[in-house]
């Protein structure tokens, strides 16, 4: 039974029930509200998007019936479709490098003492510190040099790179947790220290992985500085540049339906995701802030 | 287990030198760049030594000052509205009350939600002095002069910006420091409550104190989240504007590429010390908390 082997730790023992509930109405009021807000501005986005722009203005949301063709504007004219498109082949592509970089490597931080170890862990970690604005003119400097200044692929470089601090960091404290006698055991079984990564080792990690690629979609999902200097043309966009262009269309186009159809495409994964995951997402930050 | 050479090798090689090319290479290149006078990104070969002359014109310039005052009151008045409401909400949160996680969840979803169309929504909907939320919510209430403020005014816009910037960062140190407050064992808590102590005098005498190494943690956090903060202030210009309210990324970005308002003129060189100075910013803040906050560890 789940609730006797975590026990809710800060749970009072035998409290009057009146007596709790009254001390309680603070929190149900405060978090009530939030949650009321959130839920209230979520409805408003999405029956906005389902108006039109005259509607939205005049307050009179849905007043005309519903627009479905909002959507299918904002995914075709407004190009919202390749936007989502590429997004999502750049961050799946960069998440699988990620890990194919990064896991190999914490692997060897974590379970094997070698001279400049902890230097080494240290320079990984730090790099989570470091302001990406810095490494801005060089690397766009570089990519200009190669010509790969307006190319996916420079994009997807500097995703691996950027995260690879942050993956190095939870996976060496993931894999540190990983008990010493199934590596052992492997190697008594002929495994050689390949094989036993590869084979035993990275599907126990598995959990750790999954928790950590999660968090790099979320960041990767929604970035926007390095996309906005490597990848700013019509053709290859991220979402997060398509709506911030759709914005600034806003002067010329004065479609505020379509933003808002747009902008429930741009944050429907992650808010799909995150209620899939919830349990996950959370969990792997609690961990984290304890660590 | 004996790890072979190649395997060592093959293992972190990917990593380090990825790691070289993204963090090193470029972070000592910059250093080197700041101390010159560069226009453009192709003619590097042409710069002009300049000592600390970018530095001194970089405090010298409004601009730059505006952004340093705006992450400085980002810092302190956000932070302190953060880090209220989540002590407030962890208070809360382990009250006992029921649905825990669903509230956990609904103060975590603004984190997870795109920068820019979180922008978008408030500025074009929250803040939107014709039909939005706060317009109608004020008129309800009565309070006509709340109802007509200009949010997205000049003068309004970087508290609009906090304000938002607020609502998004929230939940992920609540969570943080939820993480912290429920590893104190709960007796500690159960004598508290039977010697009559209420909710909030728990929080302070015994959840605070004995949540220091998380507090230390978030810190960090939030200062490195701030100092860094770019894309919040570019998306929130309302149409028609490049940028609400400047922040030094913001300023660094204009100076190396250019912009169609405010910064004009190129200055690749000005634009690598913006970021050095970043870079100075977050090292000396996280040497100041990680003093702050340097105690004897409670035993418990």
Redesign the interface.
Known sequence: MPELLV???????K?AKRL?WL??V???L??GL??LF?V??VS??VL?SLSTTRG????DLLGHGFHFENYSKALGTLNMGRYLLNTLVYVCIALVLIV???A??S???SR?E?RGRRL?TQ??VA?M?????????????LF?RLRLDSNPLSLI??Y???S??FT?FFLTGFFSTLPREV??AA?VDGC???Q??WRVMLPLAQPGIATVTIFNF?GL??E??WA??LVNTPEQRT??LG??AL??D??YSGD?AG??AA?VI??LP??V???WQ??R??AG???G??K | ????RS??V???T???L??A???L???L??AF?SLFEVNS??S?AEAQFRGFGNYRELFTTVVFQRSLINIALTLLVGGMAVFGLSF??T???????RYK??????????N??????VA??WV???YNS??G?LH?FFNALGLTSLAELEWTSNDLIFWAMLLTYIWVSVG?FT????????????EL??AA?LEGA??FQIFWSITLPLIR??LR??S?LWT?GV??L??LP??FSP??QTVGAYT??VY??EL??GASTGVNQIR?GK??A???V??LL??AS?ALINRLFRSERYEY
Do not use: C, H
Request: aromatic letters at 16%; zero cysteines; a positive charge.
């Open positions: 026990p809710q730790r800060m749970q009072l023992a409290p709790l001390g309680q603070p929190a149900y405060t978090l939030w949650t959130l209230f501005m408003w986005i906005a939205i203005f005049t307050n194919g970089v990064s190999p490597a692997y060897i931080l094997f070698f080494l320079m990984f790099g510190g470091i302001p990406g604005v810095l490494l801005l003119i060089p690397l766009y400097t200009l470089l500097v691996v790179g950027i690879i601090p190095v590596q052992e190697a050689s220290d390949r036993t990564f979320l999902w929604n926007y500085f906005l200097v979402l997060s709506l911030q914005l600034q806003m002067r505020w933003l808002f902008v741009v944050v992650t808010i995701f995150f209620v919830s349990e997402i959370i930050v609690t961990a802030a304890v | 287990m004996k790890l072979s395997t060592f093959l293992f972190l990917p990593a380090v990825l790691y090319l993204i963090f290479y470029p972070s290149r910059t760049l990104f192709s590097t407030l909400f208070m809360f949160l382990t009250s006992g009350i996680s669903f509230f956990r969840a609904a103060i975590f979803l603004p997870v939600i795109n920068l820019v169309a978008t929504v074009q909907y929250i014709r039909y939320f109608g992920v969570l943080i420091i939820l993480a912290g407050a429920e590893r104190i064992p709960v808590f159960e409550r209420n909710m190494d998380v943690v978030a960090v490195i100092i860094n770019f894309t570019i998306a149409v028609g030094p990324a660094l970005y190396a590429f690749v634009a690598a913006a970021g050095m970043l870079l977050v090292l996280s």
